[in-house]
């Protein structure tokens, strides 16, 4: 299997823009996850789906930001509009879901705003 | 709140000598806990998780102990090596079940040849 699958790996765009983060979890996976690492505010969760659904959005800083997944290969994260302070790597994320809590981390996205 | 916290931010050990990273919890309700080691440019790789009912478990190479009493948790890398190099993670669960799970802030180890 190749792994969790992130596009593009670099972002930049300018403030104001849309941004589409793209992420195909490893196939089987029933567990999805989209987190944000900064240096100021480590690593931190964003939302989860399982089977497609959301279960937890609460890490979802505003409502510039979206997050989808139509079907069990494939997940958006969408910034609307986007903001420096948006910069960061983000990192999607995708765990079978039986005993253990293993999640496996996809290379991430680098986003600069300018 | 509720947060995970790591003790050292950056610790430098000598190639073949054994690492102990540390990390402290402040959650008593939390029953599950990771490690996780990221390297540079790369996404976070499981290593290690340990259960509440547990207080040790061991991997290849890799030890992981749990203090519930005092709500410590720790990582030990036997024989350290260059490849070690990289930014510990632990993480423990805040909810039911082992999905959610929230990270500390990270110790940077680095490894002299």
């Known amino acids: 299997d190749a792994g969790v699958i992130q596009s593009p790996r670099h972002e930049v765009t300018e403030m104001g823009q849309e941004v589409t983060l793209r992420c195909k979890p490893i196939s089987g996976h029933d567990y999805l996850f989209w987190y944000r690492q900064t240096m100021m505010r480590g690593l931190e969760l964003l939302i989860y789906?399982?089977?497609?659904?959301?279960?937890?959005d609460s890490g979802m800083p505003e409502d510039r930001f979206s997050a989808k997944m139509p079907n069990a290969s494939f997940s958006t994260l969408k910034i609307q509009p986007s903001e420096p302070r948006d910069s960061a790597v983000y990192f999607c994320?995708?765990?079978?879901?039986?005993?253990?809590?293993?999640?496996?981390f996809g290379p991430g996205t680098r986003l600069t705003v300018l | 709140g509720e947060s995970v916290g790591l003790h050292l931010p950056t610790l430098s050990v000598q190639e073949g000598d054994n690492s102990i990273i540390n990390c402290a919890y402040s959650n008593s309700a939390s029953d599950y806990f990771i490690w996780y080691k990221q390297e540079s440019g790369k996404g976070p790789q499981f290593i290690i998780d340990i259960r509440s009912n547990m207080d040790k478990r061991q991997g290849q190479r890799v030890t992981v102990l749990l203090n519930k009493t005092v709500k410590h948790l720790s990582l030990q890398i036997a024989a350290t090596q260059p490849g070690d190099s990289a930014v510990y993670f632990c993480?423990?669960?805040?909810?039911?079940?082992?999905?959610?799970?929230?990270f500390g802030t990270g110790t940077k180890l680095q490894v002299i040849p």
């Open positions: 994320a995708s765990s079978p879901g039986t005993g253990s809590g293993e999640q496996f």
């Open positions: 993480a423990e669960n805040n909810s039911g079940g082992y999905q959610k799970v929230t």
């Open positions: 789906f399982n089977n497609n659904v959301p279960i937890d």
